[in-house]
């Protein structure tokens, strides 16, 4: 890798910073649409066929990058506009903070037929039983996981492997969420998406909350309590990763997370995470506060840890 990679992922991020998502013709978008075709033309309920179909839909993009980037190995402007291009695809910061406000508003206003409605934007619970507090909680627990999934861990990937770790964290990130759920379906076709998307957050999981305690001051929060939740509550999660980072953030913001999730016909029972009352929209426009302070730190650290590789 080379300094070009450190430029790259500091631009795509002020982009994405300033303009969010591409409204139109987003290549995650397309990826997903690519996806879905293959997977109905691969798809067998068993384990091998799903492992076949994650290999093909994250080997084949990954395979582009690695081509780009040996295509601009002597050309760093292009290299650095690819990798810009590339980071600012797969992040998600300002479309998240942007959609946590929408939630909070909603909820000040006591309006809570337009916050159900916009809760499929942030997570795929059923809204339509759920009260502010339960409404709350599922958008600061939404904030808190893809705090991970579409800023830091990105930008760790972007780091340590240039644009096909951009590219391929993000093709085994959107697989997980189209095939890696338990449904009657996917139960063992998406074993091997899940997997994957597990192991590639591992690290960014815990670099997430570890930046959650550093970063708790900033909106009046308490880092020792985030440490203590944190280190106390994150292996309790089902998830290797969501724990983590939701663990916390309930301990920075002093809520308390966790609890019962309906998704459409199948119900969850998660452990509680943090010791505070339930989040109410406050804590909505805390948390999202919090992710934008730790989407900061991520993007000069993976900036750091570009520009040394590429020193070296």
Same mark, same amino acid.
């Given at each position: 890798?080379?300094? /070009?990679?450190?430029?790259?992922?500091?631009?795509?991020?002020?982009?994405?910073?300033?303009?969010? !998502?591409?409204?139109?013709?987003? /290549?995650?978008?397309?990826?997903? %649409?690519?996806?879905?075709?293959?997977?109905?033309?691969?798809?067998? /309920?068993?384990?091998?066929?799903?492992?076949?179909?994650?290999?093909?839909?994250?080997?084949?993009?990954?395979?582009?990058?690695?081509?780009?980037?040996?295509? @601009?190995?002597? =050309?760093?402007?292009?290299?650095?506009?690819?990798?810009?291009?590339?980071?600012?695809?797969?992040?998600?910061?300002?479309?998240?903070?942007?959609?946590?406000?929408?939630?909070?508003?909603?909820?000040?206003?006591?309006?809570?037929?337009?916050?159900?409605?916009?809760?499929?934007?942030?997570?795929?619970?059923?809204?339509?039983?759920? $009260?502010? /507090?339960?409404?709350?909680?599922?958008?600061?627990?939404?904030?808190?996981?893809? @705090?991970?999934?579409?800023?830091?861990?990105?930008?760790?990937?972007?780091?340590?492997?240039?644009?096909?770790?951009?590219?391929?964290?993000?093709?085994?990130?959107?697989? $997980?969420?189209?095939?890696?759920?338990?449904?009657?379906?996917?139960? +063992?076709?998406?074993?091997?998406?899940?997997?994957? !998307?597990?192991?590639?957050?591992?690290?960014?999981?815990?670099?997430?909350?570890?930046?959650?305690?550093?970063?708790?001051?900033?909106?009046?929060?308490?880092?020792?309590?985030?440490?203590?939740?944190?280190?106390?509550?994150?292996?309790?999660?089902?998830?290797?990763?969501?724990? %983590?980072?939701?663990?916390?953030?309930?301990?920075?913001?002093?809520?308390?997370?966790?609890?019962?999730?309906?998704?459409?016909?199948?119900?969850?029972?998660?452990?509680?995470?943090? !010791?505070?009352? =339930?989040?109410?929209?406050? !804590?909505?426009? +805390?948390?999202?506060?919090?992710?934008?302070?730790?989407?900061?730190?991520?993007?000069?650290?993976?900036?750091?840890?570009?520009?040394?590789?590429?020193?070296?």
């Amino acid at each position: 890798m080379s300094l /070009p990679n450190a430029v790259g992922l500091l631009a795509g991020y002020a982009v994405d910073a300033l303009v969010g !998502d591409p409204r139109r013709y987003h /290549p995650v978008a397309g990826f997903g %649409q690519a996806a879905a075709a293959l997977e109905r033309r691969l798809y067998r /309920p068993g384990r091998t066929a799903g492992a076949a179909f994650t290999a093909l839909a994250v080997g084949a993009p990954v395979a582009a990058a690695v081509a780009a980037t040996v295509a @601009t190995r002597r =050309r760093p402007l292009a290299r650095a506009v690819l990798v810009a291009a590339g980071t600012w695809a797969v992040l998600g910061a300002r479309t998240l903070r942007s959609e946590a406000g929408i939630m909070a508003g909603a909820l000040e206003r006591a309006d809570l037929p337009a916050a159900r409605a916009r809760l499929s934007h942030l997570c795929g619970r059923d809204p339509s039983s759920l $009260d502010e /507090p339960e409404l709350a909680r599922a958008t600061v627990e939404s904030v808190a996981e893809n @705090t991970s999934d579409a800023v830091v861990a990105p930008l760790f990937w972007g780091a340590v492997a240039g644009l096909p770790g951009l590219v391929g964290y993000r093709a085994a990130n959107t697989l $997980d969420a189209m095939v890696g759920h338990r449904s009657a379906r996917y139960a +063992r076709f998406g074993t091997a998406a899940a997997r994957l !998307d597990d192991g590639l957050n591992l690290v960014p999981s815990r670099l997430t909350a570890a930046l959650t305690v550093a970063a708790a001051p900033l909106v009046a929060g308490d880092p020792a309590n985030a440490w203590r939740i944190w280190r106390r509550d994150g292996a309790d999660h089902p998830s290797p990763n969501a724990g %983590q980072c939701e663990s916390a953030m309930a301990g920075a913001l002093g809520v308390r997370l966790g609890g019962r999730n309906v998704y459409f016909g199948r119900s969850e029972t998660r452990p509680f995470l943090g !010791d505070g009352p =339930r989040p109410v929209a406050l !804590d909505i426009r +805390r948390a999202a506060r919090l992710s934008g302070a730790v989407g900061l730190a991520a993007v000069a650290l993976a900036g750091v840890v570009a520009a040394v590789r590429g020193a070296k």
